[in-house]
Every structure is written in C-alpha cells, then in structure tokens.
C-alpha cells in the first residue's frame, strides 16, 4: 500500500520553492512494534494534538503559499472596480475650466495627437458640470452625484499613462502589469504572496458584468505561470454563483463521501507516482476548496439575508443598479469571509451595442448610462465598508485601461459628440487603509489630455498597493524560465505623497 501524505508545508522566498513533507508509512519493512500502553498514550497526544491545530487553523484560517509581510499592512484585503472600455477623465474627477473657455476650437499643440482612431476633431468642454465636493474641495462632475457625497474618502490620481491605447493590451497591463497575456494578474499576484484568510473560499475572486466579459475574456483573472491554485474563481452576483457546483441530481451522503474518499486516495497515488507537481496540487486543492465552497458560496451570496436598507443602499431591486449593486453587496460580504482580493467589472461585451464605457460616438448617452449603473452602488460600498469598520484595513481601487481625449473624435474642423481612446494621461481613484482621503494626486495639461506631473505608471500604481498590503514589489518575485519574475517587472515606484 502507498505511503500516505499527510501535510505539505509550502515556503516560498522569492520565487523560490522548498517544500517539506511528512508521512505515515504502511509499507511492511518500515513498521515499529508499539505497547498498548505507547498507543494509547498517541490516542491521547497525537490525536489530541491533532484536533487541536486545525481547531485553531479554524480560528485562524491563514492557508497556502503566503510569506511574511515585509513591512507592517496598512491593509489586509482589496476590492477592485474596472470600468472596461476607458472612462473619461475630463467629464469625471480631472477638472479643466480652460475647455469651456476653449470648445469648439482646434487643439494648439506642436505635435500632432496619436489617436486610435486618427480623427482629431475640436476641443470639447465636459458634457457634466463640475463642483468642489465634501470638506476636502475635491472636484468631481455631475456624473458621478454619489460618489461626490463620498469625495472625503477619494484619492484621485489625475496623472495615470498606458503604453496602448488598444483595449486588449492595455486591460491585460492594467492587470498584470504587462502588454501581453500570460502573466499573473493582481489578484493572482495577491494570492500567492500573502495566502489564504478563509479555508472554504477562493483568495482571489471575479465577478464579471453580466452583459459579458472584458476585452481578453478570462485571461484577465489567469495566474499566468503561478501555480494554478492562485487563478481568479469567477462568480456571478445574480443566478447560479457558480457552474457545476452542485451534482446535477441529489447523492446519498454515503455514496458522496465514499467518492471523495476514493478520489482523495487516487489524487495521493498519482502524486507519488509523479512526484511534487505544482500544477497536480493546484488542481487537487481546487477540487478540495470546491467541495468547502458547496456551504460556502450559497450562504455568502445569500442577499436577502441583508436587511431591506442595506439592500436600498446598494440599489437593489431596481434598474440601473441591481446588477454593480448586488456585486457590490457580494464583494463586501465575501472580504468578511476572507476573501483576499475581490475583483469587479463594470463593462464587458465589445461591439454594437457597446455594453462598456467605450464612448466613441456619444459621450452623454455612453457614459450617461454606465455612470448610472455604476455611481450610487460605489458610494454605497464606501458608505457600508466605512460603517462595518472594514475601510481601515481595506482597498478600494476604480480604475480603467486608458482615458478619454479632450478633442472629439471626429474629423478636423468638426465638433464632434464622442472621444476617442487617450493613453497619455487620466484618471483613476482609490479608498481605504493607508491613503489621504480627499487628496488628488499629480495632474494633466490644461486640456486634460497628457500628464504633466507626477506621471505615474502601472508598475507605480501596483508599487504602491502592494507597500499598502505590506509586501515589498521588489521582493515578490516567482522564477520562470531563467528569470525571477515580478507583478512590476523591472520598474515601478512606491506613491509615498499619497500614503496617509
């Protein structure tokens, strides 16, 4: 009979792998006589010994390949909102009164816009008003009433630039910090630097908009080269969560725990046979969480469990926030489980219809009808994050591929009604644990259409939230193919000025 494996402890030290192990032999020539009086003793002992670390792992369910923090968190736990397509960054949170002054007059720049699309129209002022908001003066449109009631607790960074401004490319920067797919997401990223905090749910989490899924579709949440463990469980905010998680028909309890006895038995043979095989383990731990997620999963997104006002916060139950609402709700219930990282997006199918913020032809009917989607279930999950005591250690980032250009997209001389894609400078907010509230960050020129101070980049943006959770970028590294690898590649500079 094969020796069965009992624990595997995994350290890892960037990028580097040792694992340990220990097992209990039943082979023949490895067998110790023991007295009656030595067994029981073990009965006593070992099995007491036993009951009483995973009654603790229970209390204190840190799980998986996570390594010590490298400085003290400011926060512990990330959501994660992506508006697909690229919002605009003058009709949000990058206010520019010199568009009013200048609409309808051609860009004076000395060099010629490179655009998507190659169509430079005139300038054009925001199509929503803006005010100074909350104690703080910060300013942010009409597009976003909510979220306006909510500025305090907004850090604005007005300086963000993309190496693309083609969809794809740049979600998976975005993500991963690269251009190309095939690298780990931040989530992925998140997952195996600090581990698991819930024995029965995934670390890293997605739930996708409903109308469809990002440019790129499910390589947005893929742990790249990490082992497979560490990839983005997608949920669904309405419907069934998650696909297959039940039997298609009801097993007798005994014909159900005798499967999952003979399936553990035939995972531990397969795993001797070949030895420690990190893509082997992820899968065998997924299937492992997936049986925990059977109690799991319904009772997290049991919604109707929340009281008619927190459901009436959200927007629950009506049109146009049902769908980011219960997201929302979800995201918030899943970190009090211990979800690491929680990732939402709001926008998905390309195409016509566009179901995104993709505001090429019309800017007031696109952005018009995703900020209404979008805006009071945001400012409803700061509200209830900073009620429940969970905006302290807690993240909230809103971000996008790219912005929006100040100049219509549309042929010279002509005013157009939509904007194209701008990679050279824009928006994008952050909340929570370890940042000034009410503070913006670096700024664009006098058009809103390139960055000018305090430029900052994705490895930038990624430096930082992962100094806010503790870990060093430098340091969080996996080798791959010869190369210690990291979220920030080879760049990437902490935001000290935002820190509180």
Request: charged share 20%; with cysteine.
């Amino acid at each position: 009979m094969p020796s069965l494996v009992g624990s595997e402890m995994c350290i890892r030290d960037r990028g580097c792998s040792t694992r340990t192990s220990f097992s209990m032999s039943t082979d023949s020539s490895s067998r110790t006589a023991i007295s009656r009086r030595r067994f029981l003793e073990f009965s006593q002992t070992g099995i007491g010994s036993t009951a009483l670390m995973s009654m603790l792992a229970d209390d204190h369910p840190v799980v998986g390949s996570g390594t010590p923090p490298h400085t003290a968190p400011r926060a512990r736990r990330v959501i994660h909102i992506v508006a697909t397509g690229g919002f605009s960054q003058v009709d949000s949170f990058d206010y520019k009164p010199q568009l009013a002054r200048l609409h309808g007059t051609p860009l004076k720049s000395d060099e010629k816009p490179d655009v998507f699309f190659g169509k430079v129209g005139l300038l054009r002022q925001s199509d929503w008003p803006f005010r100074q908001r909350g104690n703080s003066g910060l300013w942010v449109s009409e597009l976003f009433p909510h979220l306006a009631g909510v500025a305090d607790e907004l850090t604005i960074i007005k300086s963000m630039v993309a190496e693309t401004s083609n969809h794809t490319p740049a979600t998976f920067q975005e993500n991963s910090g690269f251009r190309l797919n095939g690298f780990p997401v931040l989530g992925s990223w998140l997952s195996y630097g600090l581990g698991s905090a819930s024995r029965n749910l995934p670390t890293h989490v997605v739930i996708p908009d409903p109308r469809g899924l990002p440019a790129g579709g499910s390589i947005n949440w893929t742990n790249g080269f990490l082992p497979s463990e560490h990839q983005g469980v997608p949920l669904r905010a309405r419907g069934t969560p998650l696909d297959d998680l039940f039997p298609s028909r009801p097993l007798p309890a005994a014909t159900e725990r005798d499967s999952r006895q003979l399936l553990a038995l035939l995972n531990r043979q397969h795993l001797e046979q070949r030895g420690s095989d990190d893509a082997l383990l992820g899968r065998i731990r997924s299937y492992q969480s997936a049986a925990r997620m059977q109690l799991a999963v319904p009772e997290v997104t049991a919604l109707d469990s929340e009281t008619q006002a927190t459901q009436q916060l959200y927007g629950l139950g009506r049109e146009p926030t049902a769908d980011l609402g219960r997201a929302c709700l979800l995201a918030r219930r899943l970190l009090q489980q211990g979800v690491r990282f929680v990732q939402l997006f709001s926008g998905g199918a390309f195409g016509r219809p566009r179901h995104n913020w993709d505001g090429h032809e019309d800017m007031v009917k696109n952005h018009g009808r995703e900020a209404a989607r979008v805006d009071q279930p945001l400012a409803a999950l700061l509200t209830d994050l900073r009620r429940t005591g969970l905006l302290d250690d807690t993240v909230v980032l809103f971000t996008s591929e790219f912005g929006r250009t100040p100049f219509a997209q549309s042929n010279a001389g002509v005013l157009g009604t939509g904007r194209d894609h701008n990679q050279y400078g824009f928006s994008v907010w952050m909340a929570g644990g370890g940042l000034k509230g009410g503070f913006s960050y670096g700024s664009t020129d006098v058009y809103g259409w390139k960055a000018s101070e305090n430029i900052t980049t994705w490895h930038d943006f990624h430096a930082t939230l992962l100094h806010l959770l503790g870990i060093d970028h430098e340091d969080l590294t996996f080798y791959h193919n010869g190369i210690e690898r990291r979220l920030t590649n080879v760049h990437g500079e902490v935001i000290d000025a935002i820190l509180s």
